[in-house]
């Protein structure tokens, strides 16, 4: 059976957990406060769970997950995580992260910083658009007339096909955006595929509306205005 392993595990990386576990996949989840923190999730998921350090979830994940504020990606095991597809669900946010020039010159990305970080893994960026209880809504079965679509950047094409196949047994489609540099700075907060898509009323209280689906047409015409 296959593993996804979580490198955090609040709100988003909680989430995704249930959603792999109902899938059927295996999963190993961490934080930064030691795998005992995660009991009592470890138990509400069942048999196909268990807690462990960021490098055991970074070791025995078929894809990993790194679902952490920004201002500690260099805390990331970097060894375990060679060869790996890593889903990057980070976003830069100043009053939390504390200030990145780069990242306010607009020179680079969130998500290229972890690249960088983990030169010998292949970073993806997903689910950093979508409100975690929306994420946890909008899973429906592969042809489903209402399924969502998620958006992706990658710079390895073969990376992007495995999160892809994550994504369906998740419960997702994928619009590919291109590459972390291009494709990413197009559902960045603040653009209009940020979370606003995945809402009956799109507004600055997204975080109060209940989920609605949103196709590859609603995503892809979401990236589109971000670019007009």
């Known amino acids: 059976m296959a593993t996804l392993g979580l490198i955090g595990s609040g709100l988003i990386g909680s989430t995704l957990a249930r959603l792999a576990v109902a899938g059927g996949l295996d999963v190993v989840l961490s934080n930064s406060r030691g795998p005992e923190?995660?009991?009592?999730?470890?138990?509400?998921?069942?048999?196909?769970a268990?807690?462990?350090?960021p490098a055991e979830a970074a070791a025995a994940g078929d894809w990993v997950v790194v679902t952490v504020p920004l201002k500690a990606?260099?805390?990331?095991?970097?060894?375990?995580?060679?060869?790996?597809?890593?889903?990057?669900?980070?976003?830069?946010y100043a009053d939390r992260d504390g200030t990145f020039?780069?990242?306010e010159d607009d020179s680079t990305t969130?998500?290229?910083?972890?690249?960088?970080?983990?030169?010998d893994a292949q970073v993806v960026k997903v689910f950093n658009n979508i409100f975690f209880k929306h994420l946890a809504?909008?899973?429906?079965?592969?042809?489903?007339?209402?399924?969502?679509?998620?958006?992706?950047a990658g710079d390895d094409p073969a990376a992007k096909a495995r999160a892809a196949e994550l994504l369906?047994?998740?419960?997702?489609?994928?619009?590919?955006?291109?590459?972390?540099?291009?494709?990413g700075r197009r559902f960045q907060p603040g653009t209009p595929a940020y979370a606003l898509p995945f809402v009956e009323k799109p507004g600055p209280n997204f975080t109060e509306q209940p989920a609605a689906p949103a196709s590859r047409t609603v995503i892809e015409a979401a990236l589109a205005a971000h670019e007009s």
Not at 168 to 183: H, N
Request: aromatic share 4%; proline share 10%; no cysteine.
């Open 137 to 152: 809504d909008l899973p429906r079965p592969a042809g489903a007339e209402d399924r969502t679509a998620l958006p992706i």
């Open 73 to 92: 990606y260099k805390q990331v095991p970097q060894g375990p995580l060679a060869g790996k597809t890593v889903l990057d669900t980070n976003n830069y």
């Open 37 to 48: 923190t995660l009991s009592d999730l470890v138990a509400e998921l069942g048999p196909h």
């Open 168 to 183: 369906d047994v998740l419960g997702y489609d994928t619009v590919d955006t291109g590459t972390l540099a291009e494709g």
């Open 110 to 119: 969130s998500s290229e910083l972890l690249q960088r970080h983990l030169p």
């Open 101 to 103: 020039p780069e990242l």
């Open 50 to 53: 268990k807690a462990g350090t």
